[in-house]
C-alpha cells in the first residue's frame, strides 16, 4: 500500500525523536541514521519490531515518555514466559477510544443501543477497550466479563441487550445455549461485534442464525492499542483500518520483503500517533492481505482481509506447511460437518499422525462414510493423510478466549 503524504509526514516525525525519547528504539535502531529515511522505500528497510524485543523491555524499557506522564498500562498474554508491558499516555487512550468509537459507527451502532460486553477485564485490553468505545459513543454498557453463562442470559433478556461483544468461541457458546433454551424470541440482540481471531465460515452462520444478528470482525492487538484499529463493515468486505493512526505493511514472513497489494502475507503496523509506546513496523504475525478496490460501503478506509491464520500456527507435517485455515477450508465445504474442530498431531513409530475431530449431528451409523469423505478431501486439498473423526455437537471445547484448534503432540 503506498505510503500517504499524512502518514509520511508522521513517521518523519516520530523518527526524527524516537532514539531521543524511546530507550528501546535507541538500542534498536543503533548505527542506522533515521534522518536519511526519507521515502517509503527507505522506511521499508528499516528493521522489523517483534515480541520477543518487547519481552526484553520488561516492565517499562518501551516508555517514550516521563513515567509521570502515563496513565495506564497494558499487558498482552504471557503465554511463554515473560509478559510484554505498553504504557498509555492520556491522549493514547483518547486515541483508543476514538478509533472505537468508529468501529462501533461502522457497525452500525448508535447511542440507543444497549453493549453486553464479555471479553475480560484486567491487564489486557480486551474489555476495556470495548467498553470506552461504546460510552464514547454514548450507548449504555453492560460491562460482563467471561463467564458465568446464566447470568449473561439473565442479563441479556432482562436489560435488552443489543448488542454482543465476544470472542468468536463464546459467542458461538452462547448462541447454542440461547436455542437451547428456546428463548431467541425473547432476546432483542441485533448485532455481534467479534474479536477477530480466525472463525470459519459455517461459525459465522451458525451464530448469525442463532442469534439472529449481524456480525462485525473487529481488530486489534494489545501492542497496538488493543481491538478497536478496524472493524468490517455490513457488507463483510475485509475489514477497514484507521490509516490515520497507523501504517500497514503486508510482508513476507519468510524474507520480510514487502508484498503487493492483494497477496497473503503478515500485517506489521506502525503506529502513527502513539506517545506512551510507538512501534515502528511490528510484526503482528497475522496473515492477511491488504485488498485492492473500493468497498461498496463507500468508506475511505483500506482494507486487510479476515485474518486467515498466525505466522506462528503454521505447522510442518511430513514436510509440508499447513495453517489452520486450511483445514477449515476443507472441512466448511463438506455438508453435515459442523463448524467446530480440531487437529491433534502426534508422533507415533517414527511417522506423524494427523488425527482430525470434528462434530456432527449425523447418527453413529452414517459417520464412517463421512469420515471418508473427509480423510479424501483432506489428501487433496491439502495433500495430507489425516485420520478424521466425527464426533458429537458440543464434544469439541467451546472456551471464553479464544480457541486453539491444532494441537502439536510431537514435541
Ligand atoms: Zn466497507
Known amino acids: 500500500m503506498k505510503m500517504n503524504a499524512y502518514q509520511a509526514e508522521k ?24 534522518s536519511k529515511i526519507k521515502t517509503q522505500e527507505d522506511f521499508e528497510k528499516l528493521p522489523f519490531t517483534d515480541k520477543d524485543d518487547l519481552r ?27 509478559p510484554v508491558i505498553i504504557p498509555y499516555t492520556k491522549k493514547d487512550v483518547e486515541d483508543w477510544g476514538v478509533m472505537f468509537e468508529r468501529c462501533y459507527k ?15 477485564y484486567g491487564l489486557w485490553t480486551a474489555g476495556i477497550g470495548f467498553q470506552y468505545g461504546a460510552e464514547k459513543l454514548g450507548a449504555m454498557v453492560i460491562p460482563m466479563g467471561p463467564g458465568n453463562t446464566d447470568k449473561q442470559i439473565k442479563m441479556m433478556l432482562d436489560l435488552h441487550s443489543t448488542v454482543l461483544c465476544a470472542t468468536s468461541s463464546y459467542a458461538l457458546l452462547l448462541s447454542e445455549e440461547i436455542k437451547k433454551r428456546g ?8 448485532k455481534g461485534v467479534i474479536g477477530s481471531e480466525r472463525w470459519g465460515d459455517k461459525m459465522r452462520e451458525r451464530i448469525a442464525d442463532d442469534l439472529g444478528v449481524e456480525l462485525y470482525d473487529i481488530y486489534g492487538l ?5 481491538p478497536g484499529i478496524g472493524i468490517s463493515c455490513s457488507y463483510e468486505n475485509g475489514i477497514h483500518m484507521w490509516d490515520d493512526y497507523l501504517y500497514f505493511e503486508v510482508i513476507d514472513p519468510k524474507t520480510g520483503k514487502v508484498l503487493p497489494d492483494g497477496q497473503e502475507g503478515e500485517l506489521v503496523i506502525t503506529t502513527l500517533l502513539k506517545e506512551g509506546a510507538p512501534l515502528i513496523r511490528y510484526r503482528t504475525h497475522d496473515l492477511t492481505r491488504i485488498m485492492t478496490g473500493g468497498c461498496p460501503c463507500g468508506s475511505g478506509y483500506p482494507r ?39 487437529v491433534m498431531i502426534d508422533h507415533l513409530d517414527g511417522k506423524d499422525i494427523v488425527t482430525v475431530f470434528f462434530e456432527t449431528k449425523l447418527p453413529e451409523e452414517k459417520r464412517p ?13 491439502i495433500g495430507i493423510t489425516a485420520v478424521p473423526k466425527a464426533v458429537n455437537v458440543g464434544d469439541l471445547p467451546r472456551s471464553e478466549k479464544k480457541t486453539n484448534r491444532i494441537f502439536d503432540n510431537r514435541y
Open 304 to 342: 486487510i482481509d479476515i485474518i486467515t491464520g498466525r505466522t506462528d500456527d503454521m505447522v510442518k507435517i511430513k514436510g509440508t506447511n499447513i495453517f489452520p485455515a486450511q483445514f477449515d477450508g476443507v472441512l466448511s465445504g463438506m455438508e453435515n460437518v459442523e463448524s467446530e474442530y480440531q
Open 106 to 120: 461502522m457497525a452500525g451502532l448508535d447511542p440507543e443501543d444497549i453493549v453486553q460486553i464479555t471479553p475480560g
Open 11 to 34: 513517521i518523519a516525525n516520530i523518527l526524527s525523536t524516537i532514539k531521543e525519547k524511546s530507550p528501546f528504539y535507541k538500542m534498536k535502531f543503533k548505527g542506522i541514521d533515521l
Open 183 to 190: 428463548i431467541r424470541d425473547n432476546i432483542r440482540l441485533k
Open 56 to 82: 526484553d523491555a520488561y516492565p517499562l524499557g518501551l516508555k517514550a515518555v516521563p513515567e509521570k506522564d502515563i496513565v495506564r498500562i497494558h499487558s498482552s498474554s504471557g503465554t511463554t514466559g515473560t
Open 369 to 381: 462414510a463421512l469420515e471418508k469423505e473427509a480423510a479424501k478431501r483432506l489428501k487433496e486439498v
Open 222 to 226: 494489545t501492542e497496538i492499542y488493543g
